[in-house]
């Protein structure tokens, strides 16, 4: 038997808990992490810090060290499968205890593409990070991301492709928000492995976003600079 | 010329040997055997090839600088070089950085694009977005491009969040081999998908390369 298996979480106090579940969903440990949240619920810890503190916390140490080549994507879609099982646990509890909300936000892989593991991720971080996010899923065209932005009026378009062939339809669903004049409601951010800024800068966006922590920023940033522009 | 190994392929590429045309392929390690064949069949004795590793496209964004530093090296040497690469998810970045060059790529956005003819595939695409392709060099490298470098050798739970959205895997084919025709249907049966073969020879990649 390992030393790792050793680990009992519940004797653990909520520091070393947390470093705990740090490491766990870095090694993507979907029930050791499942098992920490409800050991930090039952000590009376409040869903959102459970979220924000440890889950957002252990994932932003995946998201880095992905970025800097450390971890590579297998291990980023365990550590994610990982804090998925948390959040479920989590997220009827976010509703009911009130958890401050940064902004809404539609998203959706575009016509013809079916990859949604980038989609997938960024959902789950801005969810992580206090957005409320509707997820239309795959192959949407521009009929759908209407329809869900009139419905939701949410604060930020998001839209992802995997493919240089699916990529320009994002400039479709843009000139089709110009020509209704409704470009300006909203931030539109796009994403996706052949995506560059200097594509999302071409077809209209108001930002290019490389992987799911660069979304989170931006669109805390953005969310924010246009709630000044409103009360100012 | 004797041909590497298809990881020699994959992970270094074919080095330049023999020059004796006018005119330098610059081609994807992928693309190695068929454009020999092609050469070999047509004697296109005019044609050189160097190959850069096929790996290069785990990343794609790499492509277009190591193409920048291939062409830079071999330009004084040829008449002309010709980039034999689609867009292979570079979005729009290596066709940017042959009109840099001053060099001509092949149209299309990836091999199996071009493999099956770039006009009949954009008409398939629309109906079927749903499918994950395999090449000759992509069944015979299966585990080094797909399997290793996904993690289904380690986490085989992995496959939903890869593959739930596919529903088929179809195989073209450039030659007549059974044996690799068997392990695309193997290569299928790991990924949970339905197969399909189609033959489609070298398409587009021969047409494009007779007019050199």
Not at chain 1, 13 to 24: P, R
Not at chain 1, 97 to 108: F, H, Q, S
Not at chain 1, 175 to 193: K, N, W
Request: proline content about 4%; charged content about 25%.
């Amino acid at each position: 038997m390992s030393e790792e298996d050793d680990i009992i979480l519940s004797e653990l106090d909520d520091e070393e808990l947390v470093q705990q579940m740090f490491d766990d969903l870095y090694d993507g440990l979907k029930e050791e992490i499942e098992e920490a949240v409800n050991i930090l619920l039952e000590r009376g810890w409040q869903p959102y810090d459970i979220l924000t503190k440890a889950l957002v916390g252990g994932m932003t140490i995946v998201g880095a060290d992905f970025r800097d080549g450390i971890l590579f994507v297998p291990e980023v879609l365990l550590a994610a499968n990982a804090m998925k099982g948390g959040m479920f646990i989590l997220k009827p509890l976010l509703a009911e205890t009130g958890a401050p909300r940064v902004g809404k936000m539609v998203i959706g892989t575009v016509k013809g593409d079916i990859h949604d593991i980038g989609k997938n991720l960024v959902s789950m971080m801005m969810e992580g990070a206090g957005f409320e996010v509707v997820d239309l899923g795959i192959n949407n065209a521009v009929e759908a991301y209407l329809e869900a932005l009139e419905n939701e009026k949410p604060d930020i378009l998001g839209m992802s492709a995997l493919l240089t062939t699916t990529m320009p339809y994002m400039k479709v669903v843009i000139d089709t928000l110009v020509e209704q004049g409704l470009r300006d409601d909203y931030i539109v951010l796009v994403g996706g492995a052949p995506l560059n800024e200097e594509f999302g800068k071409a077809i209209g966006a108001d930002a290019y976003c490389r992987d799911a922590a660069v979304a989170v920023e931006t669109a805390k940033d953005l969310v924010g600079r246009k709630h000044n522009q409103m009360n100012g | 010329m004797s041909l590497p190994s298809d990881s020699q392929l994959t992970d270094t590429g074919l080095d330049l040997t023999g020059a004796t045309g006018r005119i330098l392929l610059l081609a994807c390690g992928a693309l190695a055997r068929e454009i020999l064949a092609l050469k070999e069949a047509n004697a296109w004795d005019h044609m050189d090839l160097t190959c850069l590793p096929a790996n290069l496209h785990l990343y794609p964004d790499k492509i277009p600088d190591a193409v920048r530093e291939a062409v830079s090296k071999h330009r004084q040497e040829y008449d002309d070089i010709f980039v034999v690469y689609a867009d292979c998810g570079t979005g729009g970045m290596l066709q940017k950085t042959c009109q840099e060059l001053g060099v001509e790529m092949v149209e299309g956005p990836h091999c199996y694009s071009f493999f099956e003819g770039n006009e009949a595939f954009a008409k398939v695409t629309e109906e079927e977005f749903g499918t994950f392709y395999l090449t000759d060099f992509l069944t015979r490298q299966f585990d080094a491009f797909v399997w290793k470098p996904m993690g289904l050798d380690r986490h085989p739970e992995l496959r939903d969040m890869y593959f739930g959205n596919y529903t088929k895997l179809v195989y073209q084919s450039q030659t007549h081999d059974p044996a690799l025709l068997a392990k695309a249907r193997d290569c299928a049966e790991r990924l949970k998908l339905p197969f399909e073969h189609r033959h489609t020879g070298y398409g587009d990649l021969k047409t494009v390369l007779e007019k050199l």
